[in-house]
């Protein structure tokens, strides 16, 4: 049976390395930010956080004028996020979004959850738990793992058989980032919608820079792809290719 995959030992090293330390971490953090600040009305709720891992939305978002609860499972992701949130109004505690319901009970007006269904055994369970601390009126900003755009990357890196097999999900061995649990869009729509949950706004996160010849674009390349990934995020078919797809979900009141 398999486990929740967290991001403890040298997986967080790994992902703070790899991810953030390179350009499609730099890259999916604008976008991100991008998006939630055009899509999700935010003045200055209180915020739930929900895996926020490292703590640089939670700080975004402080520094905004939120109080902000950040929830992360892994302990050396934690230590990190606290370092990185001194002094902001940020509160920190461990744990999964098994234990939202007793870490930090809602109603939650603002939600953010990015990048954690995926890593979840049951990612179905996770969404439930995350809905049942919205308020209502409440907003969602949900940002999950493409598995449509996995299938792509496998294709284009010459992994047929895997793709054919569909063999796509990562084991949760080893230090891999492949998440065990990667998402379609229309099994999220319909947990979403099966949830009493509206969707007013999808964003496709990254649509381009997975799938370019270069691993190491230069600095003049990624001026340009910044300008593309901008222009196209939202657009038909574009979107839909995105490393992350990003739904501004509501709570109707």
Not at 202 to 216: A, E, P
């Amino acid at each position: 049976m398999r486990e929740d995959r967290h991001f403890v030992g040298e997986m967080a090293a790994k992902f703070e390395r790899s991810l953030y330390g390179a350009s499609r971490g730099q890259l999916r953090l604008a976008l991100l930010q991008d998006t939630v600040a055009r899509e999700l009305p935010l003045s200055a709720e209180p915020l739930l956080d929900a895996g926020g891992g490292l703590g640089q939305m939670a700080e975004w978002a402080a520094r905004r004028g939120h109080a902000v609860t950040l929830v992360e499972p892994a302990q050396e992701m934690l230590l990190r996020a606290r370092e990185r949130l001194a002094g902001l109004d940020v509160r920190c505690l461990q744990g999964d979004l098994q234990s939202l319901e007793r870490l930090a009970p809602g109603p939650w007006p603002r939600i953010f959850c990015h990048a954690v269904l995926e890593w979840l055994a049951k990612p179905r369970a996770g969404l439930e738990a995350l809905s049942a601390q919205l308020a209502p009126g409440g907003w969602m900003s949900l940002m999950v793992f493409n598995r449509d755009a996995l299938r792509f990357s496998n294709v284009i890196k010459g992994n047929l058989e895997r793709v054919l097999e569909d063999r796509l999900a990562g084991d949760g061995r080893r230090t891999r980032l492949t998440p065990i649990s990667p998402l379609g869009h229309d099994e999220v729509i319909d947990w979403l919608d099966a949830l009493g949950l509206e969707v007013h706004g999808v964003t496709g996160i990254r649509v381009f820079h997975d799938y370019l010849r270069s691993r190491y674009p230069s600095e003049e390349e990624l001026v340009l792809l910044r300008r593309l990934e901008f222009a196209y995020c939202r657009a038909e078919p574009y979107w839909r290719l995105g490393r992350y797809l990003h739904y501004s979900v509501h709570r109707p009141a």
